[in-house]
């Protein structure tokens, strides 16, 4: 079924992610500090944290673990959240004047 074949796509997906992720973030932690990296390394935790979210919820699906729906809107909260903020802080850093310069 086509259900189960984008869910097991869903759970093989992250695997990729992380380490693209722990690349990023160990480039980032070098000095000196690239901001547009930082910007993206930070970004790739949290999209890599919403993924495994994502996994977690198609491994139900699978039948490989129960899930109660309350913990499923509560793991889908969690995500929503985690990817709207970091646009919220970028923007808030864009209106203070923060993008632009050098540090």
Same mark, same amino acid.
């Given at each position: 079924?086509?259900?189960? $074949? %984008? ?9 990729? !992610?992380?380490?693209?992720?722990? =690349? ?6 070098? #000095?000196? #500090? =690239?901001?547009? %990296? &930082?910007? #993206? ?11 495994? *979210?994502?996994?977690?919820? $198609?491994?139900?699906?699978? !039948? ?8 499923? =809107? *509560?793991? %889908? ?6 990817? &709207?903020?970091? &646009?919220? =802080?970028?923007?808030?850093?864009? %209106?203070? !004047?923060?993008? !632009?310069?050098?540090?």
């Amino acid at each position: 079924m086509i259900i189960d $074949a %984008l869910a097991l796509l869903l759970f093989v997906l992250p695997v990729p !992610g992380w380490v693209a992720t722990v =690349i990023l973030v160990r480039a980032a932690l070098h #000095r000196p #500090r =690239i901001a547009a %990296l &930082s910007e #993206r390394a930070f970004a790739a935790v949290v999209l890599s944290g919403a993924a495994t *979210v994502a996994a977690y919820l $198609a491994s139900a699906r699978l !039948g490989l673990r129960d899930l109660d729906t309350g913990v499923a =809107i *509560v793991l %889908l909260a969690a995500v929503e959240v985690a990817v &709207s903020v970091p &646009s919220v =802080i970028w923007l808030v850093r864009f %209106l203070r !004047g923060d993008f !632009g310069r050098v540090e």
